[in-house]
């Protein structure tokens, strides 16, 4: 087999392919044995008649489509990777030139390849610092938000709902005196002041005590996911069954105990500010990598092509499905919903969907000029990484995460790469970049009054 490539645009080039003709001819009989159970010939039981006879019957390329395509898949990856190639997109067959038994396949392809990335500066790029302290109130904040996923509830007597009660109550919605669809429930469970109703209707329930029954009336939202609802009054019968308060634990060390591993409330909160200070040393370097990478990425010139930008969409659009699945929604009720398309929502995604292809170009350019790979070393880190935070040893990681790990080396390279950006990137104070910044200004400001004064210099003397 011979296979040329042509570049005949940016990113499409056109394969030609020989075949040798003895090649080809395995390719028909293999053909000719997979489908000669289709063919009835006089004389010959189904599947029993010679391949020439059947050539003959119903035409000499009887056999040609399936032979070509049993080959094209092995000649075309075998051309892919003789000249280098790498594919964004499925191969498109432009013409078969020459096609027959006992005669070399001679055909054209045409395929999208990965653009070539012209880099700009990546190195010694200016990044703001960043930085998020950790305060004693946020620790206490957390506690209490641990607190609360620990309450209990408990029934209470003799007093009217208040907020932050819970309330089990019966409901039912109307509109112009018409039942709402969907809009009554029995020993319905809400908690006062969640805002998770009706504007309006959670307020009402203040007041009211176990066995009350009211008539409350609300005004659905205009952007009511309900068209025929939106803007609508409503009147809605309740009836409250029971009100329940809730009841804190106390923050002591048997709390600590009790939602830790540690013995005392001491110990706990000093591991929530040791792990509030991990969340913001994160978000503090994601947020001067995302500075970092933009300026990357638009010093970088590369011409996308539009199947990656689509593919990239695709990827998009299905993890947004799958968040719609879990939490109630399919996609199709959410366009109903919402009243867009879908194609609405793709070109939503369109701007975002070209960042991302052009950025991971753009890495893994980088990646390749500066010689940054994935090593062994760096996989049993990453193992090294989910043995502690399964608190497991790093055998038992290797025996249930290896596979995963890796499936990641991509994910792995492109933050080796960001870390080698940030390693060589500087790093100002926000003090600092405005002191510099208020120089560049001044800087500009003299040479224009330079300018200014040379050219008033030039005028007299053409005077």
């Known amino acids: 087999m011979k296979a040329t490539a042509e570049k005949i645009e940016n990113n499409k080039v056109k394969l030609k392919f020989q075949v040798d ?11 000719y044995v997979k489908n000669k159970g289709k ?18 019957y119903y035409g000499e390329g009887v056999f040609y489509e399936d032979a070509f395509n049993e080959i094209f898949s092995d000649v075309y990856w075998r051309a892919v990777e003789e000249n280098g190639l790498e594919p964004v997109d499925y191969p498109t067959v432009e013409e078969i030139e020459q096609i027959g038994s006992g005669k070399d396949l001679v055909f054209t392809a045409s395929v999208i ?4 990335v012209e880099l700009g500066q990546y190195k010694g790029i200016e990044v703001e610092k960043v930085e998020y302290n ?5 620790v206490e904040d957390t506690l209490k938000r641990v607190q609360e996923r620990y309450a209990r509830w408990v029934a209470v007597e003799g007093r009217p709902i208040k907020e932050g009660d819970m309330v089990t109550l019966d409901y039912q919605g109307f509109v112009d005196g018409q039942p709402i669809e969907d ?7 809400l908690e006062i002041g969640s805002r998770s109703f009706i504007p309006g209707f959670e307020e009402q329930l203040i007041g009211l005590s176990a066995g009350d029954e009211k008539e409350i009336k609300v005004t659905f939202p205009e952007d009511y996911g309900v068209e025929s609802l939106k803007g609508k009054e409503a009147v809605f019968k309740v009836k409250i069954h029971d009100i329940k308060e809730k009841e804190l634990p106390a923050l002591d060390d048997e709390f600590a105990k009790e939602v830790s591993d540690f013995e005392t409330i001491e110990e706990y909160r000093a591991h929530l500010k040791e792990d509030l ?7 503090a370097r994601e947020q001067m990598e995302d500075q970092l990478l933009s300026q990357v990425v638009e010093a970088a010139k590369v011409d996308i092509p539009d199947v990656m930008v689509e593919r990239e969409i695709d990827i998009m659009l299905g993890n947004f499905e799958i968040g719609l699945y879990y939490r109630g929604l399919t996609l199709k009720r959410y366009l109903e919903l919402t009243g867009i398309s879908k194609e609405d929502l793709r070109a939503q995604y369109r701007q975002e969907a070209y960042t991302r292809v052009k950025t991971g170009l ?3 350019k980088i990646a390749r000029v500066e010689g940054i790979e994935v090593t062994q070393e760096d996989l049993d880190k990453e ?3 989910l043995a502690n935070q399964f608190n497991i040893t790093v055998d038992e990681a290797k025996e249930r995460f290896a596979e995963s790990v890796e499936r990641r080396k991509d994910e792995i390279l492109v933050k080796k790469t960001i870390d080698f950006l940030m390693d060589n990137a500087v790093i100002v104070d926000k003090a600092q970049k405005t002191q510099q910044d208020d120089q560049q200004g001044d800087v500009k400001a003299e040479n224009g009054n330079e300018s200014t004064s040379q050219q008033a210099v030039k005028d007299t003397t053409a005077e």
């Not at 063919?39 to 003959?56: D, V, Y």
């Not at 200070?277 to 978000?283: D, G, L, Q, S």
Request: hydrophobic share 35%.
């Open 183 to 189: 809009g009554s429930a029995q020993n319905y469970t």
């Open 134 to 138: 950790v305060t004693d109130k946020d």
């Open 113 to 116: 390849v990965k653009p070539e």
């Open 383 to 385: 193992l090294e990484e």
């Open 362 to 364: 753009v890495l893994e």
């Open 39 to 56: 063919f009835i010939i006089p004389g010959f039981r189904k599947g029993k008649a010679p391949r020439k006879l059947i050539e003959r």
């Open 21 to 31: 003709a003895q090649e080809f001819e395995k390719a028909l009989d293999k053909s």
């Open 277 to 283: 200070e991990r969340i913001a040393r994160n978000r």
